[in-house]
Nanobody
Framework: QVQLVESGGGLVQPGGSLRLSCAAS????????MGWYRQAPGKVRELVAMINAGGSTNYADSVKGRFTISRGNAKDTVFLQMNDLKPEDTAVYYC?????????WGQGTQVTVSS
């Protein structure tokens, strides 16, 4: 069973930055893409950013221009650079890996933006 291990969450002041990392515990066969979702209290989980195997990216409108998704040297590693963070970015952030036969989720990492 593949595990996605996330790191980099924490508490940051408005306007600050954080970098999230996600790595698979072992190589994922036929990976199609990886990305980040988030879920705030009382809200549904929503897409933040995705990057596919070809390197194309997709962002939620609310984070365009502030967040950047990128891959590591291994296709089953992904990063999310978050700049100019706002209180409304507060949520649990989940990593997702999509492959030929389905997908995997990470356990989530808390991001809190507060002064």
């Amino acid at each position: 069973q593949v595990q996605l291990v996330e790191s980099g969450g924490g508490l940051v002041q408005p306007g600050g930055s954080l970098r999230l990392s996600c790595a698979a515990s072992r190589s994922i066969y036929s990976i199609n893409g990886m990305g980040w979702y988030r879920q705030a209290p009382g809200k549904v989980r929503e897409l933040v950013a995705m990057i596919n195997a070809g390197g194309s990216t997709n962002y939620a409108d609310s984070v365009k221009g502030r967040f950047t998704i990128s891959r590591g040297n291994a296709k089953d590693t992904v990063f999310l650079q978050m700049n100019d963070l706002k209180p409304e970015d507060t949520a649990v952030y989940y990593c997702k890996a999509v492959h030929l036969f389905g997908f995997y989720w990470g356990q989530g990492t808390q991001v809190t933006v507060s002064s």
